[in-house]
């Protein structure tokens, strides 16, 4: 009894105890009884860090590889005011049928039963889409807008909840911006961060996946001590 209480302590102090995790690419600051496993990556170069339950993954590319984690809700409205959304108003191409996505098909199939041709060239059926010109905020939510000629398309459109279930948060240091995400719940999502060099494509990201409320909060301490080795 007296052995295994002297074990237990040794434990709880060895995982109070901070160290400098050298993985060398970067330093971290972290409790004791982290460890740092090097994987081969790709295109990138790749590696975990363990300590007890707690698992964080690792991607270094100096091409650019490595992933943002999770959008800002601002980034994702941004990412959908570039993209194309269904319209109803027929444009584009003399001789060719616009119609919405689902309607593809079924519309080629009537128009090969009514001109009796499946010739390709005679038969030109596309989806419809337009242009997203502006994001609309309105009291009921977001709204992706296109205007075309005269008229007005307008699209309601909901923010992901892995958006709004995680705080994002923005800084810069030195020569680099850097992004941190925490899950707010407990158990599920993502917490971690992104570095980006503003001048050139190097991006870095130390991320894991459903902490507990405590490894969470252990490792948000650990990611602010970050020295990147380069």
């Known amino acids: 009894i007296i052995i295994s209480i002297l074990m237990i302590a040794c434990n709880e102090r060895d995982s109070n105890e901070m160290k400098i995790l050298d993985t060398g690419l970067f330093e971290i600051q972290t409790p004791s009884n982290?460890?740092?496993?090097?994987?081969?990556?790709?295109?990138s170069q790749i590696g975990k860090i363990k300590g007890g339950s707690l698992k964080l993954d690792f991607d270094w590319s100096e091409m650019g590889y490595a992933n943002n984690l999770i959008q800002t809700k601002d980034e994702f409205l941004l990412?959908?005011?570039?993209?194309m959304i269904p319209g109803p108003i027929p444009y584009g191409e003399e001789g060719v049928t616009y119609v919405l996505r689902e309607s593809i098909e079924n519309t080629r199939k009537e128009l090969i039963k009514k001109y009796g041709t499946n010739d390709s060239t005679k038969i030109k059926v596309e989806e419809l889409?337009?242009?997203?010109?502006e994001v609309i905020l309105?009291?009921?939510?977001?709204?992706?807008?296109?205007?075309?000629?005269?008229?007005?398309t307008r699209?309601?459109?909901?923010?992901?909840?892995?958006?709004?279930?995680h705080k994002i948060t923005y800084d810069?240091?030195?020569?680099?911006v850097r992004k941190t995400v925490e899950s707010k719940n407990a158990d599920k999502g993502t917490t971690g961060i992104y570095i980006k060099d503003i001048e050139s494509d190097f991006n870095f990201n130390l991320v894991g996946y459903n902490l507990?409320?405590?490894n969470q909060k252990t490792v948000l301490e650990a990611i602010k001590t970050i020295k990147l080795k380069r």
């Open 34 to 43: 982290w460890t740092y496993n090097e994987k081969q990556g790709i295109d």
């Open 79 to 83: 990412s959908k005011k570039n993209s």
């Open 129 to 133: 889409q337009i242009p997203i010109n």
């Open 138 to 152: 309105e009291k009921d939510g977001y709204y992706l807008a296109s205007k075309y000629q005269d008229t007005t």
């Open 155 to 165: 699209i309601k459109i909901e923010i992901p909840e892995e958006i709004l279930n």
């Open 172 to 176: 810069t240091l030195d020569n680099y």
């Open 212 to 214: 507990s409320k405590q």
